[in-house]
């Protein structure tokens, strides 16, 4: 998914949720079982798996592709290590904002919009989360080299 699509969404997911949280709070307070019993040590267990899976994928990748650059020389690839450094920092980011939500949630909520507020808030970290995975997933397709034949390696 290219950047601006994935801003847009991100917009509309937020203007949907304050829609909702102004309008029909019911609906993401934890007056809904799922978010009641999801946004809590479940929610940081969701986050915790895919950070760990995905940062040691992502540090693999950035192993494999320093490798790849002696090998090659290639200058450009500084600029998709650089966004695998950007993914990882953003996806700490968000698992630190889901910690904060979680911990946070019992004592800063007084009412529905309150839950209401910090679930939407909670499920717009997870929608992030997706949308980082899809662009990592998305880069690592687009990386395109030419094979390196046996003659190239031989010095």
């Known amino acids: 998914m290219n950047p601006v699509a994935s801003k847009v969404v991100l917009i509309v997911a937020v203007g949907v949720s304050i829609c ?75 698992f630190l904002l889901g910690l904060v939500a979680v911990i946070l949630k019992p004592l800063i909520v007084f009412g529905a919009s309150g839950e209401a507020a910090v679930n939407a808030f909670s499920m717009i970290v997870l929608l992030f989360y997706i949308l980082v995975l899809s662009d990592i997933t998305l880069s690592v397709f687009d990386i395109d080299f030419e094979p390196i034949s046996d003659d190239d390696t031989k010095v």
């Open 20 to 94: 909702l949280i102004a309008y029909r709070p019911d609906w993401l307070s934890d007056n809904n079982e799922f978010l009641k019993n999801f946004v809590n040590h479940e929610y940081l267990n969701i986050l915790g798996v895919i950070l760990a899976i995905t940062l040691a994928s992502l540090s693999q990748l950035h192993l494999s592709l320093s490798k790849l650059k002696s090998r090659i020389g290639d200058d450009g690839l500084d600029e998709i290590k650089a966004e695998i450094k950007s993914s990882a920092a953003w996806l700490i980011g968000g």
